[in-house]
């Protein structure tokens, strides 16, 4: 049984360990991810020596929630970093058009050799191979922070639309399936049906914002931004249980309110008072980035507790992600090549999977699941594209430090320089 003192002591151990794991992040390019899963792997065996095996503790509820919360937080923080001006435009729509082409593509190689290796429908082939081609801007995000502000914005476009497009593919995905297995329960539609469900989920979205704005702005409680961040775990949970496509609500409100000099303008500017919500959204982005922080170290510790190691001595699974980890970049330096040009490093070798991976599998209904599936196919993934994403960030350091040591040493001279000297010519 765990002691509310002992729990609070051992969660505390773990929070300082994970800033810990951010800093030798920094200084070394290894994600504090996998530092957080091995952790939550040497936990594992300790529980596992403590805990009476005939009753063992379920950590994946806590899971669960955490990695709602964390998808949340985690999309809510990239969206308040994206700025919607006009020279953004390009980069943003490139970044949405190689997270798109990207995320189908890789789906579709995936679905092929899951669908042959464990003998699946096409449909549910797509449904599993979905949550193992969407880039993971937990990972990301946090990674990229050394990189040229151009490849930095890049990756935080790209990794946020890879998010939401992948997450609207697979509960599509998932809607259609459950329609054919049991169409009373879930009527389901066809593609344009969920078309039109997106579209009134950002008109929603978009009203929405602009009250809770309007509103907030002129509450003068010192709580006022944990109520906000209520509402919006409210509106989302409504959200799901509407059927709706949830993430665009967090996504529009932090879009509307990190830009709100683009959507409040005519008669709506006279109704914002720009200082008071600047306010909330300086107090906000301080609050998303360190409840995303807290998330995402509960997150993948547990994580690294219910996984099972024994999974990936299997051949089959070494076979079937090695195939699809192949896949996953050669299908991203083909697009990267088109889209971008020559100077896709490291760009190309930053596409770990991880948080959402991890989320949606879980996610996939009871009725939907295939039996012989072999989950270690999941991990073997997460942590093979987080180490080629580590070696890249290692290497592009390393690069960029060679380049600056030999400008130092092949500066350009320079001599102090005198005023002339005037000579008058005699007569």
């Known amino acids: 049984m765990l002691e509310p003192y002992n729990l609070l002591i051992e969660s505390s151990i773990i ?5 810990v794991f951010g800093e030798i992040s920094k200084r070394t390019s290894v994600p504090s991810v996998l530092m957080l899963i091995v952790l939550g792997i040497i936990i594992k065996l300790g529980i596992d020596n403590i805990i009476i095996p005939e009753n063992p503790y379920d950590f994946f509820p806590y899971l ?3 990695g709602i919360v964390g998808l949340i937080m985690i999309v809510l923080e990239a969206a308040l970093e994206l700025e919607l001006k006009p020279e953004k435009y390009i980069p943003i729509a490139k970044a949405f058009g190689i997270a798109a082409i990207g995320l189908i593509l890789s789906t579709w190689v995936a679905a092929e050799i ?4 464990f003998e699946m429908e096409t449909t549910k082939a797509w449904l599993y191979a979905t ?3 969407i880039l ?13 502000p151009d490849k930095k914005e890049f990756h935080i476009y790209e990794s946020t639309f890879s998010d939401i497009l992948g997450i609207i593919l697979f509960y599509f995905l998932s809607g259609k399936l459950l329609a054919e297995y049991d169409p009373i329960g879930h009527p389901g539609g066809g593609a344009a049906a969920y078309a039109g469900t997106i579209g009134l989920t950002v008109i929603l979205s978009l009203i929405a914002s602009y009250i809770i704005v309007l509103i907030f702005q002129n509450i003068k409680s010192h709580v006022k931004l944990f109520l906000l961040i209520a509402v919006l775990l409210l509106l989302y949970s409504v959200g799901k249980k509407m059927h709706l496509s949830s993430l665009i609500i967090i996504l529009v409100f932090g879009l509307l309110i990190a830009n709100m000099r683009l959507f409040f303008r005519g008669p709506l500017k006279k109704m914002l008072n720009y200082k008071k919500a600047l306010h909330i959204y300086e107090g906000l982005h301080v609050i998303t980035m360190e409840t995303a922080f807290v998330v995402r170290t509960f997150f993948f510790v547990i994580f690294g507790i219910i996984i099972e190691l024994n999974t990936l001595a299997s051949i089959k699974v070494a076979a079937v992600s090695i195939g699809i980890i192949f896949s996953i970049y050669l299908i991203r330096y083909v697009v990267l090549r088109i889209m971008i040009g020559k100077d896709i490093l490291p760009q190309l070798f930053v ?3 991880g ?5 949606l599998f879980y996610a996939i209904p009871e009725e939907l699941a295939v039996e012989n599936f072999e989950k270690g196919v999941l991990l073997f993934i997460i942590i093979g594209t987080s180490l080629i994403m580590t070696g890249a960030m290692i290497s592009d350091k390393k690069r960029s430090g060679v380049a600056i040591r030999k400008a130092e040493r092949n500066m350009v ?4 320089w005198t005023a002339p000297t005037v000579v008058e010519k005699e007569d």
Do not use: M, N, W
């Not at 993971?136 to 040229?148: D, E, F, H, N, T």
């Open 64 to 66: 669960e929630i955490l």
């Open 351 to 353: 596409a770990p999977r």
């Open 136 to 148: 993971s801007s937990a990972i990301i995000i946090p990674s990229v922070s050394g990189l040229r």
């Open 355 to 359: 948080l959402i991976t991890v989320l």
């Open 114 to 117: 899951l669908k042959y290796a």
């Open 131 to 133: 949550p193992l081609s």
């Open 15 to 19: 929070l300082l360990l994970s800033f």
């Open 413 to 416: 001279g320079s001599e102090p």
